[in-house]
Each structure stands twice: as structure tokens, then as C-alpha cells.
Nanobody, 125 residues
């Protein structure tokens, strides 16, 4: 079992930045593919960004390309999501996820095994 704890959410004005962090409880964190997803009220949970176990492969949704960057520090059991040029439509609960079955930067939420509790990001116009 892996426990994931997100932090770093908050209220920011449009054009601002936030950095989300997700700390994993397991020392085998470096063998897990990691992803970030988000869910706005009344909408499906959607893919934001993903990173392979080594950090050598990343993937992101078209809606955040060029603005959001995913990275990981395996020594700290932590994955990050740097969010720049935030827009009101980025407002959502952001979830961190881990996959022990896959090693690549996977965009499909069904391929993740563990989820954090989420952190709220609100972007005001």
C-alpha cells in the first residue's frame, strides 16, 4: 500500500503560479510511475501530467502544455507539479496518483493504483 499526500494548493490570481507537491510513503517510490489529475465540479477527473519512474519520460495534456511541468525527486519520495500562467479554467481539485503496474508516463487514470486525497486549486479572474 502507498499513501500519497498532496500539498501546495490555494487561491491565486490568473497569471500566477503554484507548485504542488506529493509525498509518497513507500521507499519503493522510485519504481512507481506518477501522475497528476484534476477534477472540476460536475466534470470527470482528467489527466494533467505524468512522469515515468526514472523521470526520463514525461507527458502532459494539451491544455497545460507549455504552462505546467511535472518532475520528481526519488530521493525525497516526491513528485511536483509546477503550474505557471494559471487560468480560471485550471480551477479544480488536483490529485496525485501512483502506478506500480506501469513504468512509463501514462495518461490513463485506470492504470493508476493509488490516489491522494487531493488539494484544491482556485484561480480567480
Amino acid at each position: 500500500q502507498v499513501q500519497l499526500v498532496e500539498s501546495g494548493g490555494g487561491l491565486v490570481q490568473a497569471g500566477g503560479s503554484l507548485r504542488l507537491s506529493c509525498v509518497a510513503s513507500r521507499r519503493t517510490f522510485s519504481s512507481y510511475a506518477m501522475g497528476w489529475f484534476r477534477q472540476a465540479p460536475g466534470k470527470e477527473r482528467e489527466f494533467v501530467a505524468a512522469i515515468s519512474w526514472s523521470g526520463g519520460s514525461v507527458n502532459s495534456a494539451d491544455s497545460v502544455k507549455g504552462r505546467f511541468t511535472i518532475s520528481r525527486d526519488n530521493a525525497k519520495n516526491t513528485v511536483y507539479l509546477q503550474m505557471n500562467s494559471l487560468k480560471p479554467e485550471d480551477t479544480a481539485v488536483y490529485y496525485c496518483a501512483a502506478s506500480h503496474r506501469y513504468s512509463g508516463s501514462i495518461p490513463n487514470k485506470g492504470e493508476y493504483d493509488y490516489w491522494g486525497q487531493g488539494t484544491q486549486v482556485t484561480v480567480s479572474s
